[in-house]
């Protein structure tokens, strides 16, 4: 675990954004994700640290939405070329697929597609069997897919 700690932080810290939308909020929740992990040794010898690290941002995320309002952040969309420009278009269209989509299933895309974990350990952080995240992960591609060729 400590030779991919660097990597785990990163990923964390992208778990921590996807669910909070604010640098500095998932900043200070992946740092005080490490040192709670760090102050633990009871999970550090059985083989689910990275559930363990998931399961405490993730805690530490609820936390501070329940104590923060939600705020609305301005889509700024800067001068570009025009491939820029469709690029940005399909971004922007896969972003509304995605919320379309709802938390657990958000959650799911991201730790598979954007975190690339194993489909062992996004069950086990989901806390659903593997054959279950098969079926949910197929719901929700199916459902990107419609709402990606409904904007076209």
């Given at each position: 675990m400590r030779a991919d700690m660097d990597e785990q932080y990163d990923k964390i810290y992208r778990y921590c954004y996807m669910k909070l939308k604010?640098?500095?909020?998932?900043?200070?929740?992946?740092?005080?994700t490490f040192l709670r992990f760090l102050e633990n040794n009871t999970y550090k010898d059985i083989g689910k640290e990275i559930s363990y690290l998931y399961r405490i941002a993730g805690n530490l995320c609820i936390d501070l939405m329940r104590k923060q309002k939600k705020e609305e952040l301005s889509e700024e969309?800067?001068?570009c070329t025009d491939n820029a420009q469709e690029?940005?278009?399909?971004?922007?269209?896969?972003?509304?697929?995605?919320?379309?989509?709802?938390a657990r299933q958000r959650e799911l895309v991201f730790l598979r597609y954007v975190n690339g974990l194993s489909v062992g350990k996004t069950a086990?952080?989901?806390g659903i069997s593997?054959?279950?995240l098969y079926r949910k992960e197929k719901e929700c591609m199916k459902?990107?897919?419609?709402?990606?060729e409904g904007e076209k």
């Open positions: 604010h640098r500095q909020a998932a900043e200070d929740v992946t740092q005080e969309i800067p001068d690029q940005m278009a399909l971004n922007m269209d896969l972003k509304r697929a995605i919320e379309s989509l709802d086990e952080i989901l593997r054959f279950a459902k990107l897919k419609k709402e990606m």
